[in-house]
């Protein structure tokens, strides 16, 4: 353990000397209030990593990331995480991004044990449940997993919005809009969903503050 530590501290000492040589000014802007644009909620997945995926620098895309990025009305952690960046960070865009090959998904579908973490999958199993006929119809368990990935991104996506902090948002007119994003790691590409929502009228008025 201690072995490990010290290469994660040799390693941390050459980024910071890299980031340096690069652009002297680089730790002194980062101390500098952060004003991102983006709120990037995505799976905890260790090959996912947001900066990386979308090229952007510490303090451009404040994230939130758990397992198989569900967001849950119950949740603390991520509805705290969704008002500050709303309403402290001024964000302008949420977005909601999955990720082919989502080991959560894949555990929520085929009904592995695990452990604490199957209460986590039951919203999993909720997405499918509601979208079995469309999902069975497909051929092999890969496009029924990909299928699977893309219509928990479009749930999330949903469940982002019907927050009171985005319908909020938008009844004050704030420029705030919510996307579904899907990654490869095939490829490193991101792809755009049907899922785009910048105003209330766009929800159904089940889900809209009165």
Known sequence: MRRQLKSLFKRNKSWAD????????????????????????????????ANQIIDLKPGEVFVHRNIANVVVHTDLNCLSVIQYAVEVLEVKHIIVCGHYGCGGIKAAFNGNELGLIDNWLRHIKDVYRTHHVEIDALETETEKLDLLCEKNVIEQVANVCHTTIVQRAWRANKDLTIHGLIYSMQDGLLKKLDAEVSETR????????S
């Open 202 to 209: 766009q929800l159904n008025k089940t889900h809209t503050l």
């Open 18 to 49: 890299r980031m340096l040589a690069a652009d002297p000014e680089f730790f002194s802007s980062l101390v500098e209030q952060q004003k991102p644009e983006y709120l990037w909620i995505g799976c905890a997945d260790s090959r996912v990593s």
